[in-house]
């Protein structure tokens, strides 16, 4: 299941969850920011984010 996916099947996030914007980089980097603030990057961590671990970012910021 993709993250978007992921996030918008969680009843509990759907009501805080205003938008939702998916933005390719380049070169495989990618970095995730709630609220204006950065809660994954992988190109600062230099892997790829574990199955489940940016959801869970997301939902502890937003909760």
Known sequence: ???ANEL?????????IESL???PGT???FEVTVNGELIFSK???WRH????EV???IKA???
């Open 21 to 23: 914007e998916l933005i």
């Open 49 to 52: 984010a574990k199955p489940g």
């Open 55 to 57: 959801y869970n970012l």
């Open 8 to 16: 918008l099947s969680d009843k509990s996030l759907v009501v805080e």
């Open 27 to 29: 070169g495989g980097i």
């Open 43 to 45: 190109k600062a961590l």
């Open 1 to 3: 299941m993709g993250l």
């Open 61 to 63: 910021k937003i909760n």
